[in-house]
């Protein structure tokens, strides 16, 4: 589930250096791990937030998007800028940035600055998560390098699975500042082990597409708070009508100008590639249906069923820990099953997770009843993650392997962003309320919102190419 095993193609040979191999893992994984690991943290903590910082539905789901938006707009960008100026200058800037806004996002007293800060962690991790695994590479020797990458890969994984249940044992010892906190010495800490141990290498010196960004970043905010402002503000009104209108325009503006430039931040020519483009679209509604699902699910345990952070992160381990098992193992028999056969069972277990939740939740139903759904869930993720990042580049020229790679996780976090912004618009337009009485009936459309678009992706999986080996992709 990351970012950049594209980068690998372009990767130099590692350069003969004394430092060690296990410094350089550490060096290159604990800045992304950091970021990995503050994803899941948040959300597990949003309902006290909400509770201490007297914070609305529509303010919970900034407190997300405005990382996950700030990320996806600036993730390409983050690349560019590391071949021109150097991307360990570019990574320690990273780990600078994420580092201050955690200690501001700890420091916030409303609503208001918390969602700031978290923009600018999101503009941090856009650096972190990128250039990690290029600068890993560059790093360790050639025969090395697969056992790196592997650990790394683990780190990784480790850091989403962890996130619920750090986020929880943080806020119920200490409280919700706490999971910003705890990033400040881990910054401290990596910037200058990164100094120490990783090359500052560089690629091509292109000139970074300054006006792609501003166009698809502001067109994608202003679609999501077209979305969260539709129920408080009439779907009607010159505000919604108005951000929808002006987002899309700029993101058409964005396609204008991507075909026209000379280093465009998005090639469109990739999407003529049918197992890029179908493979984008379904890594999109993926984590639309999956990670919007989540956003309302994790509140219902602690808001409804009254556990706490820590208990509601126990509770949903089974989900978050089996991709760490079935991911691995999806990568291993992918090349003789195929990854479109993983691809689609994945989303279809994931679907069918999302609505037996839907269809048995209620203010009693016992955690036994969710257990079930919630190995589902984890093992459709794990047999999604490895096939889908193989189905974005199997045809793929090496050259184009950043960009492709890039383009998919960006999309993939904008996935994510509609995903809340959609199904949270559901569950308030339902009448739904952040109490124990007033949560239930407005969860179950919107979860089942999310089945449908899991459902949905699964069907359109199936125009993948097979992918059953590496030689037949590369085919």
Request: glycine share 10%; hydrophobic share 60%; net charge positive.
């Amino acid at each position: 589930m990351t970012t950049l095993e594209p980068t690998l193609a372009e990767a130099p040979a590692a350069p003969r250096r004394r430092i060690p191999v296990w410094l350089a893992i550490i060096a290159a994984s604990l800045p992304m791990f950091m970021a990995t690991l503050d994803n899941l943290v948040v959300t597990n903590a949003l309902p006290v937030i909400h509770e201490d910082l007297s914070a609305s539905v529509e303010q919970l789901q900034w407190f997300i998007n405005a990382y996950t938006l700030s990320f996806a707009t600036f993730i390409l960008l983050a690349v560019a800028l590391g071949d021109r100026f150097g991307r360990r200058t570019v990574f320690v800037a990273g780990i600078l940035i994420f580092t201050l806004a955690s200690a501001a996002a700890a420091l916030a007293t409303n609503p208001a600055e918390l969602i700031a800060a978290r923009a600018v962690q999101g503009v941090g991790g856009a650096a972190l998560m990128p250039l990690s695994l290029t600068l890993l590479a560059g790093s360790v020797p050639l025969r090395l390098r697969p056992l790196a990458i592997g650990i790394w890969g683990g780190i990784s994984g480790l850091g989403v699975a962890a996130g619920p249940l750090v986020g929880g044992a943080v806020v119920e010892g200490w409280n919700w500042q706490g999971i910003f906190w705890i990033n400040v010495p881990v910054g401290v800490i990596a910037i200058p082990l990164a100094l120490l141990a990783l090359p500052n290498t560089f690629g091509a010196k292109l000139r970074a597409d300054v006006v792609g960004v501003v166009l698809v970043g502001l067109g994608i905010l202003a679609v999501v708070f077209g979305i969260v402002r539709g129920n408080p503000a009439g779907w009607d009104s010159l505000e919604v009508v108005g951000s929808l209108v002006v987002g899309v325009v700029l993101l058409a503006a964005f396609v204008i100008w991507e075909s026209r430039t000379a280093t465009p931040l998005l090639p469109l020519r990739l999407f003529r590639d049918r197992s890029f483009t179908v493979a984008n679209i379904v890594g999109a509604a993926f984590s639309f249906g999956v990670f919007g699902a989540v956003f309302i699910l994790i509140q219902f345990l602690q808001i409804v069923q009254g556990a706490s952070p820590l208990q509601a992160a126990v509770q949903t381990t089974p989900w978050t820990l089996a991709p760490m098992i079935v991911a691995p193992l999806a990568g291993l028999v992918a090349p003789r099953v195929g990854t479109r056969l993983l691809i689609v069972v994945g989303l279809s277990l994931s679907a069918v997770a999302m609505f037996w939740l839907a269809l048995t939740m209620n203010s009693t139903v016992a955690y036994t009843v969710m257990l079930p759904p919630f190995i589902i869930a984890g093992v459709g993720m794990g047999l999604v993650f490895a096939p889908m990042s193989t189905a974005v580049l199997s045809t793929m020229a090496p050259a184009d392997h950043a960009k492709a790679s890039g383009t998919n996780s960006t999309l993939r976090e904008i996935g994510t962003a509609l995903g809340i912004a959609v199904l949270t618009a559901v569950f308030t337009g339902a009448g739904g309320q952040l109490t124990p009485t007033g949560y239930v009936g407005a969860a179950v459309p919107a979860v089942l919102v999310g089945g449908s678009v899991l459902a949905a992706s699964a069907l359109l999986a199936i125009l993948l190419p097979a992918g059953r080996s590496v030689r037949k992709a590369a085919e």
